[in-house]
Structure formats: structure tokens, C-alpha cells
């Protein structure tokens, strides 16, 4: 019984191709959207329907898992599909949770408000530590708090 359990097995491995099994290496990470357009799907191919289209550069996403030039995205609402990885990048965005934010001047949340950045706002981030990261819109930049951003977080 043994035996058969371990033989069954391993034919289940090995029918999972080697870069499926490594390919979710390093999830959950953010991206952002690099295109003005890109196609949410309801699955990994061109033939599944588009679910969703962001029609803006920049939206920030997680990438729950990846499957060959797919990325099984988040966006800030929770909608979860496929988007194809070359209407993706790696820059890091986050968009401003439900409350006005302070952009503060020192990067441990001291210091003189510099400015108040509103609920949906996406600004561009930089560094993180201390649960606080570099947050820049239009030019402006300044620290905000990490838990008021969508995408200032650990993924």
C-alpha cells in the first residue's frame, strides 16, 4: 500500500512541469500597471474573457502567483485575475486608503506635515522601514505611513 502511495505520488510530480513548480517563487510581490491599458482575464491565455481593464498607468497590484507570462494579480478593491506579465512592471506603486493622508518631512513619521495626499491617490514608493516609506505624487515627495497606503506593505 506503501509502495503504491509513494509510486502515485511521484507520478503526480512529475506531471507538473518543473517551471510550474518553481514558478511561484518569491509570491506575493507588487507590481504596477506599465501600460495605459491593460486586460484583466478570468484565466492565464488570450482565449478567456477580459474581466476587468485599468485604464491607467501605475495601478498598483499583487501578484498572488505566476504561470508562464501570467500573473494572477490583486488590485486595491480585491478583484483577483490574469494579467499578461508585459503590461506589468516591477516600480512600486500604492494608492491612498479611505482616509486623508499626511505626507510627513522625516522618514520616522516626524517632522512638519508637508502635505495631505486624499483617499485614491497614487503616488509612487520608495524605500520602507520602520513602517513608514517614501511616498511621492506629482513631484511632491514625503513619508507616509505604510498602513495608509495600498501597496506600502509587505505583500
Given at each position: 500500500?506503501?509502495?503504491?502511495i509513494a509510486?502515485t505520488?511521484g507520478?503526480?510530480l512529475?506531471?507538473v512541469?518543473?517551471?510550474?513548480q518553481?514558478?511561484d ?6 507590481v504596477?500597471?506599465a501600460k495605459d491599458?491593460a486586460?484583466?482575464?478570468?484565466g492565464?491565455?488570450r482565449?478567456?474573457r477580459i ?11 499583487k501578484v498572488l502567483r505566476?504561470?508562464g507570462?501570467w500573473r494572477?494579480?490583486?488590485d ?14 516591477r516600480?512600486r506603486?500604492?494608492i491612498?486608503k479611505?482616509?486623508?493622508?499626511a505626507?510627513?518631512e ?7 506635515i508637508?502635505?495631505r495626499?486624499a ?9 520602507c522601514?520602520?513602517s513608514?516609506c ?11 505611513r ?5 501597496g506600502?506593505e509587505?505583500p
Amino acid at each position: 500500500m506503501i509502495k503504491r502511495i509513494a509510486f502515485t505520488l511521484g507520478l503526480m510530480l512529475a506531471a507538473v512541469p518543473l517551471g510550474a513548480q518553481a514558478a511561484d517563487d518569491g509570491v506575493p510581490y507588487w507590481v504596477s500597471t506599465a501600460k495605459d491599458t491593460a486586460n484583466m482575464r478570468v484565466g492565464p491565455g488570450r482565449e478567456y474573457r477580459i474581466n476587468w481593464t485599468y485604464m491607467r498607468r501605475g495601478v498598483p497590484l499583487k501578484v498572488l502567483r505566476v504561470m508562464g507570462s501570467w500573473r494572477l494579480v490583486e488590485d486595491p478593491e480585491g478583484a483577483r485575475g490574469w494579467i499578461l506579465s508585459q503590461f506589468l512592471t516591477r516600480a512600486r506603486t500604492g494608492i491612498v486608503k479611505s482616509s486623508i493622508t499626511a505626507l510627513r518631512e522625516n522618514k520616522d513619521g516626524s517632522g512638519r506635515i508637508l502635505w495631505r495626499v486624499a483617499p485614491g491617490v497614487i503616488g509612487q514608493i520608495g524605500e520602507c522601514a520602520a513602517s513608514w516609506c517614501v511616498f511621492e505624487v506629482s513631484g511632491r515627495k514625503g513619508y507616509v505611513r505604510a498602513a495608509s497606503v495600498w501597496g506600502g506593505e509587505q505583500p
